[in-house]
């Protein structure tokens, strides 16, 4: 089974809007850690937010917001006021107990004018 | 500036050429990894190092070779690369200390192809 499952290839949106990108896990361990990056058409891997299992609040960086529903196992992104810059790849990846970081397959966002 | 910094950014090889990617980095961290990216899959663990003289296989770890004989470089070979290993390569870095919500640190990659 997918440990982290992103089930969406692609998203538009307008600019000035918000939106956001699903993200769920799998996981049996009661300690884990999510992350969200992001991957400009340049390449490079930008980190976004974090949210760890025992944090109650949601997490938030700026313009980035994690909408964490521990039941649900989702982690989505919710980025408000979209600029063209926010066109990208994002990618949601979990830390369990284990060392390892697991990544989503990733959502390619598109913001339009 | 902290920076992983891996080199060459793009490559072109033959299949059977050893080539070697270098990753360095500057943060003092601890553990060290590879990745590599194909389209449709994310990014899948190749090799990670807890530290120095210690490394561990990731997912796909096949056709791969690392070493880390110092706590900065983590070096990616390929004995006798295939064109299965065409992709886009990074490497990247953490402190493996508290707090673990330490992010991974990540090189600019390496898009290799192999022909």
């Known amino acids: 089974a997918q440990k982290i499952t992103q089930t969406q290839p692609g998203m538009f949106v307008q600019e000035k809007e918000a939106v956001t990108l699903d993200c769920t896990y799998d996981?049996?361990?009661?300690?884990?850690?999510l992350f969200w990056y992001k991957q400009p058409s340049s390449g490079e891997m930008i980190f976004l937010i974090y949210?760890?299992?025992?944090?109650?609040q949601n997490a938030t960086e700026g313009r980035y917001s994690l909408n964490f529903q521990k039941a649900r196992k989702s982690a989505n992104l919710v980025i408000s006021a979209s600029q063209l810059g926010d066109s990208a790849m994002y990618f949601c990846a979990m830390r369990e107990d284990t060392d390892k970081l697991i990544f989503g397959t990733g959502t390619r966002l598109q913001v339009f004018p | 500036e902290a920076q992983v910094t891996q080199n060459p950014r793009y490559l072109i090889t033959v299949t059977g050429k050893k080539l070697t990617v270098t990753c360095s980095q500057n943060?003092?961290?601890?553990?060290m990894s590879w990745y590599r990216q194909d389209p449709g899959l994310g990014l899948r663990q190749i090799y990670y190092?807890?530290?120095?003289?210690?490394?561990d296989k990731g997912d796909v770890p096949e056709g791969y070779k690392v070493s880390r004989k110092e706590k900065r470089n983590f070096p990616l070979i390929l004995e006798s690369p295939s064109p299965n290993q065409t992709s886009l390569y990074f490497c990247a870095s953490r402190i493996d200390s508290p707090p673990y919500n330490s992010p991974l640190h990540f090189g600019n990659g390496t898009r290799l192809t192999v022909t």
């Open positions: 190092s807890m530290n120095v003289e210690v490394t």
């Open positions: 949210q760890g299992s025992y944090d109650e």
């Open positions: 943060m003092n961290h601890e553990y």
């Open positions: 996981t049996s361990d009661q300690s884990y850690g």
